[in-house]
């Protein structure tokens, strides 16, 4: 793994190279974008919700909803995977992936959907290694999260994965992405993540809610 020292080398080299360009990128392209009927949906639709507000007025609100849901308690896992060695600043692991309703290479936590009579820290340890290849343990997993509750019922646990770097599986990783998969994992520290996001941003890449508020809340310790 490389050392900080390297890490902020690259780092430089990598807005430096990006600098030249509209935005970064992996290969991945819009081709076209069209209206999308809701016979033709597999994986979310649309409600329309006749709702009455406190004074008796009726009112109408419209909603996207997930078609497929497994029962579980909850839709998604977002993973806070900390990597933790002695001696050595804690980082985090990273995900950047293009993601086609953005047009953009976001950076994310690694997440996934839940399976049928699977624990959120089943569904985060198995993301995790399917993802980035790294075997951990789940420590602590968050509240039910609402991800844009004006918008949508679809629902996150984030939950924070310890991963032993003394583990003899995390010194040769093997992921095992699904077809469509096309994710670059990165390990920036956490100290100066916030930083690190607002770099990244300005280099054209999106940021996650789940990751940004993240690392919103760490900067926001700092001022307390």
């Known amino acids: 793994m490389p050392n900080s020292t390297t890490s902020r080398r690259l780092l ?13 990128t992996n290969g991945s392209k819009i081709l076209e974008k069209t209206p999308l ?8 639709t649309l ?3 006749a709702w009455q507000d406190p004074t008796g007025t009726k009112r109408i609100w419209e909603s996207a909803e997930r078609v497929v849901n497994a029962n579980t308690t909850t839709d998604a896992v977002g993973i806070i995977a900390l990597l933790k060695t002695p001696g050595k ?3 985090i692991v990273l995900e950047k992936q293009f993601r086609p309703p953005l047009d953009k290479i976001c950076i994310e936590v690694p997440a996934g959907m839940m399976d049928k009579n699977e624990s959120p820290e089943q569904a985060a340890e198995r993301e995790l290694q399917e993802e980035t290849g790294y075997v ?3 420590v602590k997993t968050s509240y039910l999260l609402y991800n844009d509750p004006g918008f949508t019922n679809t629902t996150t646990s984030m939950v924070y994965v310890d991963i032993d ?12 992405l699904e077809a469509g998969e096309f994710i670059e994992i990165f390990e920036p520290e956490v100290d100066t993540l916030d930083d690190t996001l607002k770099h990244l941003e300005q280099e054209g890449y999106a940021i996650d809610a789940r990751l940004g508020a993240f690392a919103l809340g760490l900067a926001a310790l700092k001022l307390l």
Do not use: V, Y
Not at 12 to 24: G, T
Not at 165 to 176: G, S
């Open 12 to 24: 430089h080299l990598s807005r430096s190279i990006m600098s030249n360009s509209k935005a970064p």
């Open 37 to 44: 009927s809701l016979d033709e949906a597999k994986w979310t």
């Open 47 to 49: 409600k329309k919700i």
């Open 89 to 91: 600043p804690t980082r």
């Open 136 to 138: 951990g343990k789940a």
């Open 165 to 176: 770097m003394k583990d003899e599986r995390n010194k040769n990783l093997k992921p095992q």
